[in-house]
């Protein structure tokens, strides 16, 4: 079993920036697929960044040039850079990890993120 612990969501005004972190139980060198996803209420679970294990990236292209993600060997984190906050961008981000491309998925807790003047 995978606990992921999240931390760094909180209150942000628009054009500004956040740096969410993941902490894993186990180590970020063993996930196939480290991901954030966000949720916004009323709408669906969606994929916004996606570091795979060849350090290849994907990011939705509603938060692309503004979100960057990475992961942090030595620290042992998962982390996303969110830059020139949106209104938009306001929901439950959270970090999820694949251990293998059919292996188990595990998903953290969720941290809130909100972007308001």
């Known amino acids: 079993q995978v606990h992921l612990v999240e931390s760094g969501g909180g209150l942000a005004q628009p054009g500004g920036s956040l740096r969410l972190s993941c902490v894993p139980s186990?180590?970020?060198?063993?996930?196939?697929?480290k991901d954030w996803y966000r949720q916004a209420p009323g709408q669906e679970r969606t994929l916004v960044a996606r570091?795979?294990?060849?350090?290849?990236?994907y990011y939705a292209d509603s938060v692309k040039g503004r979100f960057t993600i990475s992961a942090d060997n030595a620290k042992n984190t998962i982390d996303l850079q969110i830059n020139s906050l949106k209104p938009d961008d306001t929901a439950v981000y959270y970090c999820s990890v694949q251990q293998g491309n059919y292996g188990n998925r595990y998903w953290g807790q969720g941290t809130q993120v909100t972007v308001s003047p």
């Open positions: 186990g180590s970020v060198l063993s996930f196939y697929f």
């Open positions: 570091i795979r294990s060849d350090e290849s990236t």
